[in-house]
C-alpha cells in the first residue's frame, strides 16, 4: 500500500478502514463584523502604549490585537496603559471591541466551533498582501465603516483573513 499524501487520499483511506458512513471534517467560514473606528482606537491603544501583554504562544512583546472568543467575541488590544479607570462612561470595558450580534452574553461556539479561542492579531507584520494591519485600519476608504475578520476552519486548522468594508 502506498502511503497517502492529498487529504482526498487520506479520506478514502479512512473510508475504507471506517466504512461508508465516515463523512470527512466539514470545513466551516464565518465573517465577523466590527465597528471600523473602535477596532483603529483599541490598535492604536496597542500602538502607541509603552508596554504590551504576552498572550498565549508569545514570545516577544509587540503591539497586537487578540481576537478573543468566549462569552461573546472580541478583539482587545495588548497595550497597557496606566488610565485609572479600565471601563468608559457606559460602564464598556474601554480595550475592547465585540464583534456585531456577539456580545457578553452570546454563544459564538454555534458558529465558531466549542472551545474558548485566543488568536493574535500582529499589528505591525506584513499580511499577505505585504501592507501591515495598522496600515490596512489607518488607510481605510472614507467610506468604510467596519472591519471585517473571517474565519475558515476545520479539524486541520484554521485561517484569518481581515478587511474594511
Known amino acids: ?14 473510508r475504507d478502514v471506517l466504512g461508508e458512513t ?8 464565518c465573517t465577523l463584523t466590527f465597528p471600523l473606528t473602535k477596532v483603529r482606537s483599541i490598535a492604536e491603544l496597542a500602538i502607541t502604549a509603552r508596554q504590551h501583554a504576552l498572550g498565549p504562544g508569545d514570545t516577544d512583546t509587540a503591539p497586537r490585537l487578540w481576537w478573543i472568543k468566549g462569552d461573546g467575541t472580541f478583539l482587545m488590544s495588548n497595550g497597557i496603559d496606566n488610565a485609572p479607570h479600565t471601563r468608559d462612561a457606559d460602564g464598556h470595558w474601554r480595550h ?17 466551533g466549542g472551545d474558548d479561542l485566543h488568536e493574535t492579531l500582529d499589528l505591525t507584520q506584513p499580511l499577505p498582501d505585504s501592507q501591515t494591519l495598522i496600515d490596512m485600519l489607518r488607510t481605510a476608504p472614507d467610506h468604510a465603516t467596519r472591519f471585517l475578520l473571517h474565519v475558515t476552519h476545520d479539524d486541520e486548522g484554521m485561517l484569518l483573513t481581515m478587511t474594511t468594508k
Open 1 to 14: 500500500m502506498t502511503n497517502p499524501t492529498a487529504p482526498e487520499d487520506f479520506d478514502a483511506l479512512l
Open 96 to 112: 475592547i471591541v465585540y464583534a456585531d450580534d456577539w456580545g457578553p452574553g452570546t454563544d459564538p461556539s454555534t458558529i465558531l
Open 22 to 29: 465516515y463523512q470527512p471534517p466539514a470545513r466551516q467560514d
